[in-house]
């Protein structure tokens, strides 16, 4: 049985998530870092952690899936990180692909919808 495990978080926009202090409602593009526990390697799933009314501001449509988004009150990267952790410790599955999509339910796998190239080896 393979069981998803955190191995770390970042942000492009964010030098030091830890360091972060947003003042007021934000939106951040965080990269959560995940590989099977017991074995070296890991994949990217993006997240967008935001607050519900910076969500609010930035909707484009009268519409919109809340897919691949953390909604918080208020910037904790310790609670961030423990929700994110406790998330990935219960993804578990017989390949890391079925692992992989699980996790993919919380952020936007590297490899979602990815399909080989024709006649690729």
């Known amino acids: 049985m393979i069981v998803a495990k955190l191995k770390g978080l970042n942000c492009p926009d964010v030098p030091s998530l830890q360091a972060f ?3 007021g ?3 951040i593009h965080v990269l959560a870092m995940v590989g099977p526990a017991d074995g070296p390697g890991r994949e990217s799933f993006a997240i967008t952690v ?3 009314e910076w969500f609010e501001q930035n909707m484009k449509a009268a519409v919109v899936p809340g897919w691949h988004h ?3 009150r208020e910037y904790n990267y310790d609670e961030l990180y423990k929700y994110i952790s ?3 410790s219960r993804c ?3 390949s890391w692909t079925e692992v992989a999509q699980k996790v ?3 952020g936007h796998w590297e ?3 990815y399909k080989p190239y024709p006649g690729a080896a």
């Open 92 to 94: 578990m599955g017989n």
């Open 25 to 27: 409602e934000f939106g």
């Open 86 to 88: 406790g998330y990935c």
């Open 50 to 52: 935001c607050t519900p």
């Open 70 to 72: 953390l909604f918080v």
């Open 104 to 106: 993919a339910r919380l």
């Open 111 to 113: 490899f979602e919808d």
């Open 21 to 23: 202090r947003p003042e």
